[in-house]
């Protein structure tokens, strides 16, 4: 590469530089020269979300935060991202399963209920209630009546958890259909992350349209004043990440010059 400038240079001579020249072959000295600017982003912005935490806990603030997506969209990635360096005691990352038979008679909505935060924590719904506004009905897992009762109830249900006080961000992750494809071809050819495929993963491609469909209706109908969504483009997941974090901090009014 021509033309590298001084504080190329310097960049490159760090550890972290040295560090993403020699992670991936063949050998990249922009993507390099990225990453070390991502990780520095990173780390400045992971003060602040350690900020936003301390003023969390300090105000008794309720504070919940769901991730949207397709299928490999980076999620958990970006979710990662956020904790990592914040109190793990004052926070939870909620993943939840498939209902199990009792849950299946509860109120659709009542499992989630039931992990929100207390007093001064923070809560990160990987994936949310609105698995019953796109994959459920996408992959045949709930009825037409529970979706149209899902979709009936959901901007009041956001409602009532604003007005008793919880603070809710929205965020959904996009991707193209070459990248999901792409980031599915990675993952299947990857001995550490073949487990993350799911059997409603390998259905997503051919149910592409599908999925895009029940999004648009999800969008239209829930992406309210009160409870907006943020759409994040993810197709690159340094430049997604910084962004989820940066819109995590611009929506809530934390004290920016408290002490940590």
């Not at 972290?16 to 992670?23: E, H, N, Q, V, Y």
């Not at 990352?93 to 935060?117: C, G, H, M, S």
């Amino acid at each position: 590469m021509e033309n590298l400038t001084q504080k190329d240079v310097n960049k490159l001579n760090s550890n972290r530089g040295l560090k993403a020249i020699l992670s991936k072959e063949p050998y990249n000295i922009e993507r390099a020269i990225r990453y070390v600017d991502y990780e520095r982003k990173l780390k400045k912005l992971q003060l602040e979300l350690i900020k936003l935490q301390t003023w969390a806990i300090e105000k008794n603030e309720r504070i919940i935060v769901i991730f949207e997506g397709r299928d490999a969209a980076g999620k958990g990635g970006a979710i990662r991202r956020i904790t990592e360096r914040i109190n793990p005691r004052h926070m939870r990352i909620v993943a939840l399963p498939k209902p199990n038979e009792d849950e299946r008679t509860q109120w659709y909505f009542q499992r989630y209920v039931e992990r929100f935060p207390k007093a001064g924590e923070m809560v990160f719904f990987d994936r949310s209630w609105y698995n019953r506004a796109v994959v459920e009905p996408v992959n045949g897992f709930c009825t037409e009546k529970e979706y149209n009762v899902f979709m009936n109830q959901v901007n009041d249900f956001e409602r009532m958890i604003l007005e008793s006080g919880i603070r809710l961000v929205k965020i959904y992750m996009s991707i193209t259909k070459r990248e999901q494809a792409k980031r599915f071809n990675d993952i299947k050819n990857d001995p550490l992350k073949q487990w993350k495929m799911t059997p409603v993963d390998e259905k997503a491609q051919e149910l592409w349209d599908d999925y895009t469909g029940f999004k648009r209706t999800m969008f239209s109908k829930t992406n309210t004043v009160v409870s907006p969504w943020k759409v994040i483009r993810a197709n690159r997941k340094t430049i997604a990440r910084v962004n989820v974090i940066n819109h995590i901090l611009k929506s809530i009014p934390y004290d920016k010059n408290i002490k940590v």
